[in-house]
């Protein structure tokens, strides 16, 4: 499929909006008095579940529809373009647009994430073995968590004591990893590396 860049002379979509109810929603735009016909793109982001597509839309169907109807599928956020069609005498071509007007994010729920930490220490030693398990639905990157230890309590975010990444993807399921030594008094607690990007797409909680 060929692209070009919207100029003053082509088509434009704008006022795209996304209305959600449980596992359904229904996309709605404005449309350009001068086209009958546009094409849907939708791919995953932030992580989100792979894959994309790319799809002919009608007038007519969206009338018969009052909108794009969707189903949510996977965990996850996925972005929906919708081009502006035209043809050439080259064939179709479809109209990008800088101001992403035509774009909009819709999520699809949250993953969830489960972990437990735990510990074990003897009367006279100085440190203590620590063994993280995570329980999560899908596919996690190695860069979505990190670690905290603390000295004398545990961490209240991720600023609050030392970070240490993890250096393996998470499969879904559990996932048991290596044990390891912190000092006595040392407590260690999961976190998001990126609280606000992270926390629309999983689930974070002890087990």
């Known amino acids: 499929m060929r ?3 919207a100029s003053p002379h082509t088509a434009r979509v704008s006022g795209l909006s996304c209305q959600q109810e449980d596992d359904r ?15 849907i793109g ?12 790319l799809r002919l839309y009608t007038k007519a169907e969206y009338k018969a529809n009052n909108g794009y109807p969707g189903r949510m599928e996977g965990i996850g956020r996925y972005i929906y373009t919708v081009y502006a069609y035209q043809e050439d005498e080259e064939g179709p071509l479809l109209i990008s647009q800088a101001d992403r007007e035509n774009e909009l994010a819709v999520s699809s ?3 969830r994430i489960q972990y437990e930490i735990q510990q074990k220490s003897g009367w006279f030693r100085s440190s203590k073995t620590i063994q993280i398990q995570v329980m999560t639905e899908v596919p996690i990157g190695k860069d979505v968590l990190c670690y905290v230890k603390k000295q ?8 609050d004591g030392v970070l240490y990444p993890f250096v393996s993807d998470f499969a879904p399921g559990r996932t048991v990893l290596p044990p390891f030594e912190i000092g006595k008094q040392d407590f260690v607690r999961l976190f998001f590396t990126d609280g ?12």
């Open 196 to 207: 606000q990007k992270y926390g629309q797409l999983y689930e974070l909680a002890p087990m």
């Open 42 to 53: 939708r791919s995953a982001v932030d992580g989100g579940p792979e894959g994309g597509s």
């Open 25 to 39: 929603f229904t996309l709605r735009w404005h449309w350009p008095s001068e086209i009958d016909a546009v094409y």
């Open 109 to 111: 729920g949250k993953a």
């Open 3 to 5: 692209f070009m860049e």
């Open 152 to 159: 004398g309590s545990y961490p209240a975010g991720k600023e």
